[in-house]
């Protein structure tokens, strides 16, 4: 039981973070040419309109019976944390940026590599918080069925979203376990 509640409170976290990062004005993350993205800042199409805005999306909100005024509400609680969520992703992506400075180093310097994770940590974690604190602002604004509904439609989508990469996973090494040499 506790990990599903666990489950499905990540979950939703994820949804705010999405709807946050959507919405934050900073483009996603790009890293230099020489490195491969991180897959925290790749986008997650499967999650479709859940994973932004999702109040606004008639299909949902009529799934949920979201009345107009709880649109509103949950549009102002967004509003009311946009500017810090810009401010503390731009702090995390920066200590993550020295990061990867000090690990590339040749040789890194395992004291300054260790204290910066200590930093990127930090970092996260306070926007971890903030991503929290959103969530729970919208969930008060919710019934107790309309977050059940939410908790259930969010679920379908990671589920379906995990299926499709995992296919997509699959059909990719079978595809070089064949091409490979002989």
């Known amino acids: ?23 934050s004005g900073l483009p996603p993350a790009t890293p230099n040419s020489e490195e491969a993205p991180h897959p925290r800042h790749m986008h997650m199409p499967a999650l479709g309109p859940v994973g932004g805005d999702w109040w606004k999306n008639s299909e949902i909100a009529q799934q949920i019976n979201l009345t107009d005024a ?13 500017s810090n969520l810009v401010v503390l992703r731009g702090n995390f ?3 993550e940026g020295k990061l990867r400075s000090l690990v590339n180093q040749d040789p890194p310097q395992d004291e300054q590599v260790l204290a910066q994770v200590d930093q990127v940590t930090a970092a996260r974690g306070k926007l971890d918080r903030e991503f929290a604190a959103i969530t ?47």
């Open 1 to 23: 039981m506790n990990r599903l509640l666990y489950v499905n409170f990540a979950t939703l976290l994820l949804l705010a973070s999405a709807a946050a990062m959507d919405q």
């Open 70 to 82: 709880q649109k509103q509400q949950i549009q102002q609680i967004f509003s009311d944390h946009r």
């Open 93 to 95: 992506e920066n200590e």
């Open 136 to 182: 729970l602002a919208f969930r008060k604004v919710l019934s107790g069925d309309q977050w059940k509904q939410l908790q259930n439609i969010t679920m379908q989508r990671f589920w379906a979203f995990r299926r499709s990469h995992r296919d997509k996973t699959d059909g990719s090494n079978a595809n070089n376990s064949t091409s490979g040499p002989k």
